[in-house]
C-alpha cells in the first residue's frame, strides 16, 4: 500500500501542477518561519539554490512531524539577481521597486523540491530557470501593475508569468513547472522510483 502523499504548501499554483497531473494528495502548510531558517544558514554563505533547497526540506520536515508514515512534498523558490536574493513583495511599492531591479536584466528561479517521511530526507533536487526581462519603463510598469493587482505580491518576482506576467518577458530558458515554483517532472521520476505512484 502506497504511503499518503502530502504537498506542504498551500500555494494554488503548486496544488494546479499535481492535481492536473492526476495525483491523489492532500495539501497541508508549513509553519515554518522561513526569513529565520535563512538566517540559520547565513554563516554557511548559502547559494540561492542552496537556500531554495533547504527551505524545501525544512517544510516538508515540518509537515512530516504532524503525520507519521505520509510522504511529503516541500518546494521553494528563490530568485536571484546577480547576487540578491528576491522575496516577496510586501506592498505595491516594492514589487514596483522589484521589476524596476529586473528590467533589462537575466534572473534566475531557483526552485528546490525534497520528499521526506517520518522525518527522514529520500530525495532533493533544484532546478533553475533563467528569465530576461525586457526593459521596463517606470510608466509601463506603473500601468502594469494596476492591472494585475495585489495578486503579483503572492510572487516572488512580483509577476505572473501564467497571466500578463508574460508580457515583461523577452526570453525564457527553462521549463513551465520550475517558474511557477515546482520542478514537476523530476518529482514525478523520483515518485515513481519509490512505487509512490502508478509507473
Not at 63 to 79: C, E, F, H, W
Not at 113 to 127: F, K
Not at 148 to 164: D, F, H, K, M, W
Amino acid at each position: 500500500m502506497t504511503p499518503p502523499l502530502i504537498l506542504a504548501s498551500q500555494s494554488p499554483f503548486r496544488r494546479m501542477l499535481m492535481e492536473n497531473a492526476g495525483l491523489a494528495f492532500t495539501a497541508e502548510a508549513a509553519t515554518i518561519d522561513e526569513r529565520a531558517a535563512e538566517a540559520a544558514l547565513a554563516a554557511r554563505n548559502p547559494t540561492p539554490q542552496v537556500i531554495a533547497e533547504a527551505l524545501a526540506v525544512e517544510k516538508a520536515r515540518d509537515v512530516s512531524g504532524r503525520n507519521p508514515g505520509a510522504l511529503v512534498i516541500g518546494s521553494d523558490q528563490t530568485l536571484s539577481l546577480e547576487g540578491r536574493v528576491f522575496h516577496k513583495p510586501a506592498d505595491m511599492g516594492e514589487a514596483k521597486s522589484h521589476l524596476a531591479a529586473m528590467s533589462g536584466r537575466t534572473h534566475s528561479l531557483n526552485c528546490g523540491v525534497a520528499l521526506v517521511q517520518d522525518g527522514t530526507v529520500l530525495w532533493r533536487h533544484v532546478s533553475v530557470a533563467h528569465l530576461t526581462m525586457r526593459p521596463l519603463s517606470s510608466d509601463f510598469i506603473d500601468r502594469h501593475l494596476a492591472r494585475v493587482g495585489t495578486r503579483v505580491l503572492a510572487s516572488v518576482g512580483a509577476y505572473q508569468l501564467e497571466g500578463e506576467g508574460v508580457q515583461l518577458f523577452e526570453r525564457i530558458e527553462g521549463d513551465y513547472f520550475t517558474i511557477l515554483g515546482l520542478p514537476l517532472l523530476p518529482l514525478l521520476a523520483k515518485l515513481r522510483d519509490l512505487d509512490a505512484i502508478d509507473a
